[in-house]
């Protein structure tokens, strides 16, 4: 089981910086977050009104899957949301099996403890849990 992580942050100047990485385990997906430049980047988001983020994806984003997006609004928490896909619709119309949920703001560790979810759960059990 693999999940894509794809996050933003800024190395060197203003430009945000788009990285990718494939994990296989729950404590991966959290360095990825506990290595994350929390402070610098809110210094750069205050001063261009722009900044970073994660997003977690579990599956095949053209079949099932389930995300989670984490935005950092401070250097110790964010805005955290999931989607869970587990049919999808002709045309983006007709058919489609999907739940979303808006945690709202969260602390790091909070958010880590919800993304863990991705890595104890299947697709379709996400999906029935959110479904409420």
């Known amino acids: 089981m693999s999940v894509k992580v794809f996050y933003q942050h800024r190395v060197e100047g203003p430009e945000l910086v788009n990285h990718d990485k494939v994990v296989s ?4 997906a959290c360095d990825i977050i506990d290595n994350y430049p929390w ?7 205050e001063k ?3 900044g970073g983020g994660f997003f ?3 599956g095949d984003e053209e079949d099932k899957y389930a995300t989670f997006q984490f935005t950092p609004i401070d250097v110790d928490k964010g805005l955290l949301y999931l989607d869970v896909v587990i049919k999808s619709s ?10 979303s949920k808006n945690f ?9 403890q919800q993304l863990k979810e991705l890595f104890d759960y299947s ?3 996400l999906y ?3 479904k409420k």
């Not at 385990?25 to 991966?28: A, F, R």
């Not at 002709?90 to 999907?98: D, M, T, V």
């Open 25 to 28: 385990t729950y404590h991966e």
């Open 39 to 45: 402070a610098e980047e809110m210094e750069w988001c």
């Open 48 to 50: 261009l009104g722009e």
């Open 56 to 58: 977690f994806i579990f």
């Open 90 to 99: 002709f045309w983006n119309l007709f058919g489609r099996n999907a739940v």
């Open 104 to 112: 709202d703001v969260m602390s790091i560790p909070e958010a880590k």
């Open 123 to 125: 697709i379709e059990s």
């Open 128 to 130: 029935r849990k959110y």
